[in-house]
């Protein structure tokens, strides 16, 4: 079955198909909401509740629309309702600090870095720089429709960003500066 | 080679993890439940839904037309209590017949109005008459004994005099003593208002 006719087949409330985009894409969405929520129950929540919420709405879609990307972005939205209403986060809208200004800082050694390391330090941020920086530097959105996820102005997602990942940048450099103390203190 | 573009070629990498085996039945169970054990569930509802739609629909036709047949003649009514000449709010009381089974209350606070303030006898006299016509509506009650404190026409003060009397409304006795013990008062006004306290008294 081509993706087409999967979606036709949903469209009918087909539950094979249905199982079938689950199977596809349920780990791409998990992925997604882990990464946002830092639970993996509270996510796999959120992968069930996408998916039987895009389910009911797939009549709305074209037939050649990119499901992955629909359903996560399903998924992503549903996990910021989920911090919105658990930890009250984004209320607080500081764009006005755009004024001050934070510059974007230059960093083109980032092949220096291993996944892990990086993983490792994005998980370190506070959750209002991480969240942003996962969107933006992995879920591949733009800054425009970070704003429009977290329902805040998109010149507090350019600010917020900034300062996460100069943050980023620190912890990276920092690790470096660690890594080279414990091999020359082996040596 | 900046931190974006090289997360993105490491992609794979970043979505390493995978869910765990008890939630795919776990979503087996979910779908089941909320798109496909629920369907017939679903149809009856939305048919009871569609027939109780249609039902109140009908209901709502009807009674519209019927309240602005009504509604056409209040207002026909009104016009006529709210005219300048005498004769023409006469005319009004007078309209104001068997076909208003219902309680109006625009009507009747245009009528308690004109019991209160209108200059002509022969209008506030038919006012009565139209009045009574609410016997259990207490708003009329407490008003004709108002009426019957300030008014100051003897014929008007009678047909008050009665129309209480014949409601059996205690509560005007009171009123009815102030008019037997005023001097002022006309004795025909005064042989009524007494014949009435004995019949409230009895």
Redesign the interface.
Known sequence: MNQKEVIQKCKQ?D?SA??EV??SY???L??SC??ILQR?EDA?DM??DA??KG??KVGQVKDDVNLAAWFRRIAINLCFDKLRKDKNIFLLDDSIEIEVGFIDT??????E?S?DI??ECINKLKEKYRVILVL???E?YNHREISEILKINESTVRNQYARG?GQ??ELLQKHTNNEFKRTHTAT | MNLKEHIQQHKNEFDSEEMSTKSKVLFKEKLQKELHSVKKTKVVYRRFIAVAASIVLVFSVILWNQDSEVSVKTAEVLNYLEDASAGKRLEGVYKFDEEFKNEDSKIIETLLKILHKDENANVKIATVDALLKFPSNDNVRTNLITALENEKTPLVQIKIIKSLSYLRENRAQNTLEEIINNEETFPIVKSNATLAMNQLKQ
């Open positions: 409330n539950y249905q199982i689950y199977n349920k780990n791409l998990y992925n882990f990464r993996r796999e992968v069930q998916f039987i389910f009911q230059d960093f083109d050694k980032a092949e870095f996944v990086i993983k933006y530097l992995i591949d990942k980023l940048i």
